[in-house]
């Protein structure tokens, strides 16, 4: 499995820096499904409504390819107790989901992407593996 952060959804539907490293990335890994927390549904669409509004119609594509976990009660509590003080709510809400993701399916985490350096940092501290096309 390969979980996308909604930083690194929004960068498959609009074109930025390390938008092309991404999906190439991805293509090399087609066979690998794709998931996610049910929160991209709102984050993505959020974040390109402020930057590129016109991007908005390929939101439903982006998002269709992703199997997306609810934010249940263990992803609620998970994401609540991580000590990591700068970690943000939605982040803490991300880097959960896959722990819980990979702890209960029992299914190894080929990635965890993002772009977000403390997010990156705290799911590497979690010690999920993690990428970030383009940047490293």
Not at 30 to 53: F, G, K, W
């Amino acid at each position: 499995m390969i979980y996308l952060d909604s930083a690194a959804v929004v960068k498959l539907v609009r074109q930025e820096m390390c938008s092309a490293d991404l999906v190439s990335w991805l293509n090399k890994h087609d066979d690998v499904p794709l998931v996610s927390s049910a929160l991209v549904e709102v984050e993505v669409p959020r974040a390109l409504r402020r930057s590129a509004p016109q991007a908005l119609i390929g939101v439903p594509a982006a998002v269709g390819r992703l199997f997306r976990l609810e934010i249940d009660s263990t992803i609620r509590a998970t994401a609540a107790a991580f000590a990591e003080p700068t970690l943000r709510s939605l982040d803490a809400i991300h880097l959960a989901t896959a722990q819980v993701l990979t702890n209960e399916s029992g299914t190894a985490l080929t990635a965890f992407v993002t772009y977000d350096r403390r997010l990156l940092e705290c799911a590497k501290e979690a010690g999920l593996p993690v990428a970030s096309p383009g940047q490293n």
